[in-house]
């Protein structure tokens, strides 16, 4: 049997980076969080889980206005988000395919080495560099230079601070900005 190309997306249980494996039927559509048997959180994220859990609604919006999707899904979201944090942290990343698995309530799950919040702070990240690349690409100075001197005042951290607070990740029934 050849191996799988993803870690973790194989067998009846989903291997974790840390080694520990989960059964998928374990999470539930509210969880954000896994506290493993080996000790640490891991963060959990399923495509049902808005983009909005990361951003702002207006965010969210001005992405899936401007990115063009060529997969199977209608437009930009949670599944591309985890897409360009599973490219950048492939052994920090298991994801399992529940498509053929109507008990679990989601298509996708990934569940992460980092905790909730450290995930949040990377996916920030890695949506900046795709705007600072994109707006690289423009010929309009002014735009460029006006990107990059707000980018120098952008906090991550507390970004996601003021975020999480705001949305109230405390409870599973957060809502949109």
């Known amino acids: 049997m050849a191996d799988d190309p993803v870690p973790g997306a194989g067998g009846d249980g989903l291997e974790l980076p840390c080694g520990e494996t989960v059964d998928p039927h374990e999470i539930d559509l509210g969880m954000r969080e896994y506290n493993c048997p080996c000790g640490d959180v891991h963060a959990v994220v ?90 690289s690409h423009a010929e309009n100075d002014d735009a460029v230079t006006e990107f990059e001197s707000q980018m120098l005042e952008f906090d991550v951290g507390e970004f996601v601070d003021q975020y999480r607070r705001q949305r109230e990740f405390e409870s599973e029934h957060d809502q949109p900005l």
């Open 46 to 135: 399923t495509d049902v889980h808005p983009p909005s859990r990361f951003f702002p609604e207006s965010l969210v919006t001005v992405l899936q206005e401007t990115i063009d999707t060529d997969d199977g899904f209608e437009e930009f979201g949670t599944p591309h988000l985890m897409g360009v944090v599973l490219e950048e942290f492939p052994e920090a990343v298991a994801i399992h395919d529940a498509s053929d698995d109507g008990a679990v309530g989601y298509t996708l799950l990934w569940m992460t080495d980092f905790d909730a919040r450290r995930l949040h702070e990377i996916v920030v990240e890695l949506v900046v560099e795709l705007m600072e690349h994109a707006i």
